[in-house]
């Protein structure tokens, strides 16, 4: 069995998104799965590992205010979805993510650490 390469413990959150990668904005119904570093997003395209991007996560259901606004970088590309990186998020943005993990997490204690051990992306 392979090792565990994972930092942060993921989530799946079923809220609106939308992930912008270069000229193109993907929407989905929801996230595949939501870390305190990133998340996995379903878009199809086939995208350089490193390609920045913008990412807008919905907190009510439906795209709008209010929102996570992040920016990212494109980790991993499979057929159906990419693994996006977190790389800068406003100090509003970075509370409401961090609440979305602490009230949707099987083990919120283990979120808990995780942000305390995560600097955060400011």
């Not at 942060?8 to 939308?18: L, M, P």
């Not at 878009?43 to 913008?54: M, W």
């Not at 100090?91 to 602490?102: A, E, G, K, T």
Request: hydrophobic share 40%; glycine share 8%; proline share 7%.
């Amino acid at each position: 069995m392979p090792e565990e390469k994972r930092r942060f413990s993921r989530i799946v959150f079923r809220v609106a998104a939308e992930l912008t990668i270069k000229d193109r904005t993907f929407t989905a119904e929801q996230i595949e799965n939501l870390s305190v570093g990133g998340c996995l997003f379903p878009a199809s395209g086939d995208f350089p590992l490193g390609t920045a991007c913008k990412m807008v996560i919905s907190l009510d259901g439906a795209l709008g205010n209010p929102m996570v606004s992040v920016t990212g970088k494109i980790v991993r590309c499979y057929p159906e979805r990419v693994g996006v990186r977190f790389t800068g998020i406003d100090p509003d943005s970075l509370f409401h993510l961090q609440n979305i993990l602490r009230f949707n997490a099987a083990d919120p204690d283990q979120i808990e650490l995780e942000i305390d051990d995560h600097p955060g992306l400011i």
